[in-house]
């Protein structure tokens, strides 16, 4: 795992944590320091060029993108758990990366 992947891991967990505990600065921006994890995992990510089309990162570039403008503009549900849409675009970005570099668990072929 790459040292950008683990500082946006930390910076998610930092920013869920300052949603229920009290921290100075987090909590008032936790939504922002969640939208910085997720660009620091996109920026530390390297896509597979075989691959066209990823459905995840679609799917969660539309949640991102959605959570964003219920921010902003009032969405019935979206508005009132915005962070929480966000966070889920964030686990499925995390969720759908191949974490293993050299191709699959060894002793698969």
């Not at 995390?94 to 668990?105: I, N, P, R």
Request: proline fraction near 3%; aromatic fraction near 12%; avoid cysteine.
């Amino acid at each position: 795992m790459s040292f950008g992947r683990m500082i946006s891991l930390v910076i998610a967990i930092v920013a869920v944590v300052g949603v229920f505990v009290e921290i100075p600065v987090v909590s008032d921006y936790a939504f922002w320091v969640l939208v910085g994890a997720f660009l620091v995992w996109a920026a530390a990510h390297r896509a597979n060029p075989k691959v066209s089309f990823r459905v995840w990162t679609m799917i969660s570039l539309a949640l991102l993108l959605v959570a964003i403008v219920g921010l902003f503009i009032e969405v019935p549900i979206v508005s009132t758990y915005a962070f929480w849409v966000l966070a889920a675009a964030y686990l499925i970005s995390v969720g759908s990366t191949k974490l293993l570099e050299g191709g699959g668990a060894k002793g698969s072929e």
